[in-house]
């Protein structure tokens, strides 16, 4: 029985030794550079070749190396045994929520004007919104959107979320499929953290900005894909939201002629919202090898049809 690693933007070797270093007995191998593929049960993987994993018959789960499984799921050529389970890891969880607040406040103090003030030397005093009169709406209230809502309503703002199906959580009020147009009219910060499926490709686009409040803002740290980017354009343009904070693309890097790079009104951060730690995660993968060996319930398993 064999681990196999899968990276092809991660380095493998640091994720083997690190595995090794809790277990010697391990089994683990490196793609490429695989010689015995039936022995493969369980693969640890990110952004992997397609149709990679038909190559092994006795693979039985595939472990994302991040919290998003879309670069899995986009495969159409899985093996349909397969389960697929994604990593829900508390430092991450906070790295995210610290980064939406950042943003957030950066947003309502007008930080990002400022920053660029300074470059051109111009001492301007612009009034800014405290965050009491600031909504923020959270478009993906899952573990990552429900910690972001909590930190959000700690330091003021007031927070709303989106989900499929309307409820309460701590407190906030989450809107459901059918309210969609009512939560993107009471939002002023828009924040993406929405699973990727075929549902929400392309879900941030011009007919969406015009129905939030005016002078909106969009902060997306959820994936490249769920952004029509030449619509964001055109809404910033046309004056119909004020700018966006983006960390995902389509592409990654953002290739140097993209006109993302020189717009005043649109910040890009590396995908570096909130980046796996190797060492707080190991233990979580370790387990679930352990309880596929074992027929054991696997922790954070994916829903493969709906993509979350």
């Not at 992997?48 to 018959?57: A, I, K």
């Not at 407190?171 to 499926?197: A, S, W």
């Amino acid at each position: 029985m064999s681990i196999l690693i899968v990276s092809t933007t991660r380095n493998p070797q640091k994720w083997r030794d690190t595995l090794m270093s809790k277990n010697e007995s391990l089994d683990i191998q490196i793609y490429p550079d695989i010689d015995r593929p039936e022995d493969v049960e369980f693969a640890i993987s990110w952004k992997h070749p397609e149709g990679l994993y038909n190559d092994f018959p006795n693979l039985k789960v595939i472990a994302s190396m991040g919290a998003g499984v879309d670069h899995i799921l986009k495969d159409k050529n899985l093996p349909e045994q397969v389960r697929v389970t994604r990593i829900v890891d508390e430092q991450l969880t906070e790295d995210m929520s610290q980064f939406v607040l950042l943003n957030c406040l950066t947003v309502s103090r007008n930080l990002f004007t400022h920053i660029q003030d300074q470059s051109a030397k111009l001492w301007n005093i612009k009034p800014y919104q405290t965050p009491k009169h600031t909504s923020v709406g959270i478009m993906g209230y899952g573990v990552l959107g429900q910690e972001a809502g909590k930190v959000l309503k700690k330091n003021g703002f007031e927070v709303i979320g989106y989900a499929n199906s309307s409820k309460t959580v701590d407190g906030i009020r989450v809107y459901g499929e059918k309210e969609q147009d009512e939560f993107l009219n009471k939002t002023q910060i828009l924040v993406c953290l929405l699973p990727l499926t075929e549902l929400t490709t392309g879900i941030l686009n011009l007919d969406l900005f015009r129905k939030l409040k005016d002078k909106a803002y969009l902060i997306n740290v959820a994936r490249g894909e769920h952004l029509n980017e030449d619509e964001l354009l055109k809404a910033i343009d046309q004056d119909i939201i004020c700018g966006a904070s983006l960390d995902v693309f389509r592409e990654e890097p953002l290739p140097s002629f993209h006109p993302f790079w020189e717009h005043p009104q649109i910040q890009i951060t590396p995908h570096i919202a909130s980046i796996t730690d190797l060492e707080s995660v190991d233990s979580q993968l370790l387990e679930n090898y352990a309880r596929m060996k074992n027929g054991k319930a696997l922790l954070n398993e994916v829903n493969t049809a709906k993509g979350y």
